[in-house]
């Protein structure tokens, strides 16, 4: 016997906030997990300026993450290893 759920973006993790220090990307999901990414990971925010990489912006209802100044951004689901949103 198999059973499946049907997935939905509201079951998609999201971001509620976000913030960069030196070392790390953390970021709080809506489902009350948070998780840190360590910023040598993106070269492009490794190389930004304190300043460029806490102009931030929580885009598409928490499924991403942009960096206006830097012209880069990261998806959620992507920092968690699952696909992008369809």
Do not use: C, Y
Request: hydrophobic share 40%.
């Amino acid at each position: 016997m198999t059973s499946s759920t049907k997935s939905t973006a509201l079951d998609r993790p999201r971001a509620v906030s976000a913030e960069v220090d030196e070392t790390h990307l953390r970021v709080r999901l809506t489902d009350g997990r948070e998780i840190g990414i360590p910023v040598a990971w993106f070269d492009w925010l490794a190389a930004g300026t304190p300043t460029q990489r806490n102009d931030l912006t929580i885009i598409e209802d928490g499924a991403g993450i942009v960096w206006n100044q830097l012209d880069d951004s990261l998806s959620v689901p992507g920092l968690l290893g699952l696909p992008e949103w369809p």
